[in-house]
């Protein structure tokens, strides 16, 4: 937009307009006689114009904007009518599938359809407010790249099991519009020397020449510390090829890579997440919000269990927690009616405590924390990072 500030804005507007159809007309007729333009990215140029998304068309906004503020109605109309009739053109047709997994990766690489949205799910105030500005921060790419700076595109999620690691990767790929890919690593590690890495290049070739999201799930399988006495020469080679993939894949492909155990990782795989987030378990205030999500559905009829549900679930994950809420409300549901939902939670609390007392599990209880043991200190010291689940300075 800044080159065209000095041309007359009618001039703007009948470029943008005549060019935008141009490209789509164009990349239709590619799309259609040749596959490999469209895998080149050429079909995304519409992206910069406005014409694919809604967040793209803010160029051709500003200058209606700018028309109406300059008392030029009718190019402002103009520009009005090329946004709606791009919107409804794309809304009624079918989107293609610009890009197609190759062959050679379809047993390493999955394409999943997000459907999760931040506000469903219930975190700590800290790790929503880091993913929040996350997002906005990958929303505003043009801005950045206007001033010569480019976004955050390698996050690193750390925290036990079913806190909500890879729904938070299918939030990002959700919020930000972009394609959500998932890593298998049984279709990536090869029992021949080398393929693994050659497997790898050729994932990390393919997403680096698209906008999407990759997610790496137990990232520490091949980014574990090269200094391991105990690990092989050729996951030493995977990582040293992981690091040099990493390094060149460009802004418009998120790297989202979830782990259990940081400690694992190699010291010079922390140093390429721009973004590390700590998802940790749920604490008494995260359960109770999940509580009075159930109170919208049930009313103030279960109002007086908010303690005892806050008690018996302390200590379990989002993902216990989940199955546990989804449990209750099927239970009302095949009850047609016989059943309160009160009744439901007392009876789904009282087994789940019995649950928890034969394995020798307090209601209090919460699992055990291994952050001062000797293989976590050992890692510590490798990295020179202080004790805890996650380095000091998360936002670089």
Not at 148 to 164: A, D, N, Q
Not at 168 to 197: C, K, Q
Not at 223 to 251: C, F, H, N
Not at 365 to 388: F, I, N, V, Y
Request: hydrophobic residues 40%.
């Amino acid at each position: 937009m800044a080159a065209f500030c000095t041309l007359p804005l009618a001039l703007v507007a009948n470029w943008l307009i005549i060019n935008g159809k141009q490209r789509r007309i164009g990349d239709e007729s590619s799309a259609e006689g040749n596959g490999t333009m469209a895998r080149t990215g050429i079909a995304r140029k519409d992206d910069d114009l406005g014409f694919s998304s809604d967040r793209a068309s803010l160029p051709l906004q500003a200058l209606v904007a700018e028309a109406r503020a300059q008392q030029q109605n009718g190019i402002a109309e103009r520009l009005v009518d090329a946004i709606d009739a791009d919107r409804r053109k794309r809304s009624s047709a079918p989107r293609m599938r610009e890009y197609a997994i190759p062959p050679e990766l379809s047993d390493a690489l999955v394409e999943l359809k997000p459907s999760r949205r931040l506000k469903d799910l219930v975190l700590a105030p800290e790790t929503s407010g880091e993913i929040q500005e996350f997002i906005d921060e990958y929303s505003e790419i043009g801005l950045l790249r206007s001033h010569g700076l480019e976004p955050r595109h390698k996050v690193l999620l750390v925290g036990p099991p079913g806190t909500g690691k890879t729904s938070l990767a299918e939030i990002l790929s959700h919020e930000l519009r972009l394609p959500f890919y998932v890593v298998r690593y049984d279709g990536l590690i090869a029992s021949y020397l080398g393929e693994t890495a050659s497997r790898l290049r050729r994932l990390t070739d393919f997403v680096a020449g698209q906008s999407c999201v990759v997610f790496f799930d137990e990232f520490d399988t091949v980014g574990k510390e090269r200094g391991d006495t105990q690990e092989t020469g050729e996951i030493k080679r995977v990582v040293s090829s992981l690091l040099l993939q990493m390094d060149a894949i460009p802004t418009n492909c998120v790297i989202v890579c979830a782990t259990n155990h940081p400690e694992l990782l190699d010291r010079a795989v922390w140093r390429r997440f721009e973004l590390r987030v700590d998802v940790p378990l749920p604490r008494p205030q995260e359960i109770s919000q999940w509580f009075h999500r159930l109170r919208k559905d049930y009313g103030d009829s279960i109002a007086f269990i908010e303690e005892k549900f806050v008690r018996t679930l302390n200590g379990l994950n989002f993902s216990d927690i989940e199955a546990f809420t989804l449990d209750v409300r099927r239970k009302v549901v095949l009850s047609r009616g016989k059943l309160a939902a009160d009744q439901a939670l007392l009876e789904g609390l009282a087994k789940l405590r019995r649950k928890r007392s034969i394995r020798g599990g307090a209601e209090d209880s919460r699992p055990a924390d291994h952050t001062h043991s000797p293989k976590r200190k050992r890692a510590q010291a490798l990295k020179g990072e202080p004790k805890g689940s996650l380095p000091e300075g998360s936002l670089l």
